[in-house]
């Protein structure tokens, strides 16, 4: 028991030394730091030797013994008229970058944006920090980071960012022994991201990161990333629902302006659409649709309410989906390959309405004034054959007694030379009728004389034949060229998918590649 109570005794001593020397430690790397002076820029009150460092050296025009760290704090301050001359410039601090992210969580094409979530670290050496006392590195407590220098740096195309601070600010700080510090955040940051949708949904976008110093030029600090082409990691494990990741780019320049030259990293990587979600959404039903107003082609043209319903449904169904997807997107002024296809399905849809508008058209009229035309005409010609055939009845009688007429035409107008060339054919029929009022000639046996009720058979010839003109007349007006009509419906079920199979192959041939 006593040996064992020595040795806790003995390791508790050793962790006491141990906290007590990294106690001190710290203590004397923060004590008399000035975060106002970037690293190799200004040193330690107790350190004289070591105001700046050795490629950058500050001379006064007063020769004194004072702390020259305290002079510098007076210019800083409020002695703004002590003049500083520099013999050279001090070498730029230069800062390594690196980040890991852990999700990129939306992309937005209505605000041109995307949100990611990542571990943004930077690294650069700090001397004043440096220790000889300890051969580990210490990790302090994130409040620590307020009382050292820090780089200014911002995102260049930042919306909106902030630091995670649940159970505590999500920010390290670590110093090593040479006087590295290594600066750790967890960052959410909303960034712009300019978007071509042109080709929109069948479309590339490069977005990209901009990382900037915001007061420091390049003359004070030096932006790089800390691992050359891995510096950024975790990309491969990124998930997003409608885009894939197909390569990031990483580059480090300098940028002008009026106020001087600033380093500035950029991480660009671009992401391509998925399409198989619009595939589901918005292609299928427009073709789905487009496909349905060809049914109208095989209904028969005199259902009017069938095939108007069923047009004017697939026309309002083809501009709810238009309206669905502007929704979705930004008001851009130029057009979208989505936005072709769907109003090629729209004009598709239309063209197959207006299709059966032709043809009621064809079927009961061609308008007022064409029917006017038709009008007068079959009075002229009633009136025209009225006379000719009552002359014709008085000047010659059948020898079997037959009733010379013309035959009745349905499509055709009946002429007075017409009349002519039927009565030298009707010598073996008969006139008759059947159900429906259209006349047709009956085969006879030959006879070997007149009858002799001659007188009795043409007044029933005259009555006949006024009852067959009203007849003809009324059939002219109402039936029309039924071949016309049916003409029409078959040409369109066979040119309407052939055209849109075209419109579909030329679209698809050029969006995709």
Same mark, same amino acid.
């Given at each position: 028991?006593? !040996?064992?109570?020595?040795?806790?005794?003995?390791?508790?001593?050793?962790?006491?030394?141990?906290?007590?020397?990294?106690?001190?430690?710290?203590?004397?790397?923060?004590?008399?730091?000035?975060?106002?002076?970037?690293?190799?820029?200004?040193?330690?009150?107790?350190?004289? !030797?070591?105001?700046?460092?050795?490629?950058?050296?500050?001379?006064?025009?007063?020769?004194?013994?004072?702390?020259?760290?305290?002079?510098?704090?007076?210019?800083?301050?409020?002695?703004?008229?002590?003049?500083?001359?520099?013999?050279?410039?001090?070498?730029?601090?230069?800062?390594?970058?690196?980040?890991?992210?852990?999700?990129?969580?939306?992309?937005?094409?209505?605000?041109?944006?995307?949100?990611?979530?990542?571990?943004?670290?930077?690294?650069?050496?700090?001397?004043?920090?440096?220790?000889?006392?300890?051969?580990?590195?210490?990790?302090?407590?994130?409040?620590?980071?307020?009382?050292?220098?820090?780089?200014?740096?911002?995102?260049?195309?930042?919306?909106?960012?902030? #630091?995670?601070?649940?159970?505590?600010?999500?920010?390290?700080?670590?110093?090593?022994?040479?006087?590295?510090?290594?600066?750790?955040?967890?960052?959410?940051?909303?960034?712009?991201?300019?978007?071509?949708?042109?080709?929109?949904?069948?479309?590339?976008?490069?977005?990209?990161?901009?990382?900037?110093?915001?007061?420091?030029?390049?003359?004070?600090?030096?932006?790089?990333?800390?691992?050359?082409?891995?510096?950024?990691?975790?990309?491969?494990?990124?998930?997003?629902?409608?885009? *894939?990741?197909?390569?990031?780019?990483?580059?480090?320049?300098?940028?002008?302006?009026?106020? =001087?030259?600033?380093?500035?990293?950029? #991480?660009?990587?671009?992401?391509?659409?998925?399409?198989?979600?619009?595939?589901?959404?918005?292609?299928?039903?427009?073709?789905?649709?487009? %496909?349905?107003?060809?049914?109208?082609?095989?209904?028969?043209?005199?259902?009017?309410?069938?095939?108007?319903?069923?047009?004017?449904?697939?026309?309002?169904?083809?501009?709810?989906?238009?309206?669905?997807?502007?929704?979705? #997107?930004?008001?851009?002024?130029?057009?979208?390959?989505?936005?072709?296809?769907?109003?090629?399905?729209?004009?598709?849809?239309?063209?197959?309405?207006?299709?059966?508008?032709?043809?009621?058209?064809?079927?009961?009229?061609?308008?007022?004034?064409?029917?006017?035309?038709?009008?007068?005409?079959?009075?002229?010609?009633?009136?025209?054959?009225?006379?000719?055939?009552?002359?014709? #009845?008085? !000047?010659?009688?059948?020898?079997?007694?037959?009733?010379?007429?013309?035959?009745? !035409?349905?499509?055709?107008?009946?002429?007075?030379?017409?009349?002519?060339? *039927?009565?030298?054919?009707?010598?073996?029929?008969?006139?008759?009728?059947?159900?429906?009022?259209?006349?047709?000639?009956?085969?006879?046996?030959?006879?070997? =004389?007149?009858?002799?009720?001659?007188?009795?058979?043409?007044?029933?010839?005259?009555?006949?034949?006024?009852?067959?003109?009203?007849?003809?007349?009324?059939?002219?007006?109402?039936?029309?060229?039924? *071949?016309?009509?049916?003409?029409?419906?078959?040409?369109?079920?066979?040119?309407?998918?052939?055209?849109?199979?075209?419109?579909?192959? %030329?679209?698809?041939?050029?969006?995709?590649?």
């Amino acid at each position: 028991m006593g !040996e064992k109570g020595r040795e806790e005794e003995r390791s508790s001593s050793t962790g006491s030394t141990g906290m007590s020397v990294a106690k001190t430690t710290v203590d004397k790397l923060l004590k008399g730091y000035d975060i106002r002076l970037r690293p190799d820029f200004g040193g330690r009150k107790d350190r004289k !030797e070591h105001i700046l460092s050795k490629d950058c050296k500050v001379t006064t025009m007063y020769r004194s013994t004072e702390n020259k760290t305290q002079k510098m704090k007076e210019f800083l301050t409020h002695n703004y008229s002590t003049p500083l001359t520099f013999d050279k410039a001090c070498p730029p601090v230069i800062v390594g970058m690196s980040i890991n992210i852990a999700s990129i969580d939306s992309i937005s094409e209505v605000n041109m944006d995307y949100t990611i979530t990542m571990y943004f670290q930077q690294s650069w050496r700090d001397k004043r920090l440096a220790y000889g006392e300890l051969n580990l590195n210490l990790t302090l407590d994130n409040r620590v980071a307020d009382q050292l220098w820090l780089p200014d740096t911002y995102f260049l195309n930042d919306k909106k960012s902030f #630091l995670h601070g649940v159970t505590v600010k999500n920010r390290m700080i670590r110093l090593h022994p040479d006087g590295t510090v290594l600066y750790g955040l967890r960052i959410t940051t909303t960034a712009a991201c300019m978007m071509d949708l042109r080709r929109y949904p069948l479309d590339e976008q490069n977005c990209t990161l901009e990382i900037e110093s915001y007061g420091y030029t390049t003359d004070d600090i030096v932006f790089f990333w800390q691992g050359g082409d891995n510096a950024v990691t975790g990309v491969d494990k990124l998930e997003l629902p409608q885009f *894939s990741i197909v390569d990031i780019r990483l580059v480090s320049r300098e940028v002008r302006f009026t106020t =001087g030259s600033y380093p500035r990293l950029s #991480l660009s990587f671009r992401i391509k659409r998925n399409i198989g979600y619009f595939i589901l959404q918005t292609y299928m039903p427009s073709i789905l649709i487009t %496909i349905l107003s060809w049914v109208s082609f095989w209904i028969n043209y005199d259902a009017s309410a069938a095939r108007v319903a069923l047009g004017v449904t697939t026309v309002l169904t083809m501009t709810t989906i238009n309206t669905h997807l502007r929704e979705t #997107l930004p008001k851009i002024p130029y057009v979208k390959a989505i936005d072709v296809y769907l109003m090629g399905c729209f004009v598709f849809v239309f063209l197959a309405l207006l299709e059966y508008a032709f043809v009621n058209y064809v079927f009961f009229g061609r308008g007022p004034a064409q029917q006017k035309k038709i009008n007068e005409r079959l009075n002229k010609a009633n009136n025209e054959r009225t006379r000719y055939e009552e002359k014709r #009845l008085r !000047e010659q009688v059948d020898a079997y007694g037959n009733i010379l007429l013309t035959t009745l !035409e349905m499509n055709n107008e009946v002429m007075p030379s017409d009349v002519g060339s *039927s009565v030298s054919d009707s010598r073996n029929s008969v006139m008759s009728f059947d159900s429906s009022g259209v006349q047709f000639r009956k085969p006879m046996a030959p006879r070997d =004389g007149f009858s002799h009720h001659s007188l009795d058979r043409s007044a029933m010839r005259s009555r006949a034949n006024c009852r067959l003109r009203r007849r003809s007349s009324k059939l002219k007006l109402k039936i029309p060229n039924l *071949s016309d009509v049916s003409t029409i419906d078959k040409w369109s079920r066979v040119i309407f998918p052939i055209t849109f199979g075209f419109f579909n192959l %030329i679209y698809w041939l050029y969006y995709v590649n």
